[in-house]
């Protein structure tokens, strides 16, 4: 496994905040030279993001996103948070710690989605005092939550038969991906 760096919570770059209007289209842009952009949590483990620059702090709360990285090896990426209709442009990042922020930001992410959410009404009736403190290091119990979540989505859908050319009938093994109650079977041989 590899070594994430010990600081991988928070990265330092430059932000483009585009602001979209109901059309997807951009109504604002905002460039920041310099922010540092932090994972937290609030009181009722909601994750957000933070961003800081010597002027001003503002966070986003990390629900309905995703996330391109498509050129993540250039130290660029960007992250679309499509309920408050917010693209987050990262970009003059160092690659090895924007690959370490993102991926911290996704197992978080993936880990805490098994845990019981409090709701609104809930939050502004609560007596806890509001606070929010940086997200913990990722654990080795979380890597294997992410892990065998992906292990299960990774089954592959129905698919159709593999064809066979009209001489090989008999010499190979028909390979098929057929429904049976409970799981998968893969060849005929497991019916």
């Given at each position: 496994?590899?070594?994430?760096?010990?600081?991988?919570?928070?990265?330092?770059?430059?932000?483009?905040?585009?602001?979209?209007?109901?059309?997807?289209?951009?109504?604002?842009?905002?460039?920041?030279?310099?922010?540092?952009?932090?994972?937290?949590?609030n009181e009722f483990r909601d994750?957000?993001?933070?961003?800081?620059n010597n002027n001003m702090s503002?966070?986003?709360?990390?629900?309905?996103?995703?996330?391109?990285?498509?050129?993540?090896?250039?130290?660029?990426?960007?992250?679309?948070?499509?309920?408050?209709?917010?693209?987050?442009?990262?970009?003059?990042?160092?690659?090895?710690?924007?690959?370490?922020?993102?991926?911290?930001?996704?197992?978080?992410?993936?880990?805490?989605?098994?845990?019981?959410?409090?709701?609104?009404?809930?939050?502004?009736?609560?007596?806890?005092?509001?606070?929010?403190?940086?997200?913990?290091?990722?654990?080795?119990?979380?890597?294997?939550?992410?892990?065998?979540?992906?292990?299960?989505?990774?089954?592959?859908?129905?698919?159709?038969?593999?064809?066979?050319?009209?001489?090989?009938?008999?010499?190979r093994l028909v390979c098929l991906?057929?429904?049976?109650?409970?799981?998968?079977?893969?060849?005929?041989?497991?019916?």
């Open positions: 496994m590899e070594r994430q760096s010990p600081d991988s919570s928070s990265l330092v770059c430059c932000v483009t905040l585009e602001c979209l209007n109901s059309q997807n289209s951009m109504c604002r842009r905002t460039n920041f030279k310099t922010v540092t952009l932090r994972l937290i949590r994750i957000y993001i933070e961003l800081q503002c966070k986003y709360h990390l629900k309905g996103i995703s996330v391109h990285k498509k050129f993540v090896s250039e130290g660029k990426a960007s992250i679309h948070f499509s309920e408050q209709n917010i693209v987050l442009l990262i970009f003059n990042a160092p690659p090895v710690h924007l690959m370490a922020f993102l991926r911290t930001m996704l197992i978080k992410l993936s880990a805490a989605r098994g845990e019981s959410k409090v709701g609104p009404r809930a939050q502004l009736l609560s007596s806890k005092p509001k606070n929010l403190e940086e997200i913990s290091p990722v654990s080795i119990k979380e890597i294997n939550q992410v892990k065998k979540k992906v292990e299960f989505s990774s089954i592959t859908p129905p698919g159709t038969k593999k064809r066979l050319s009209q001489g090989q009938e008999g010499h991906i057929i429904p049976v109650i409970g799981h998968w079977a893969k060849t005929v041989n497991e019916l």
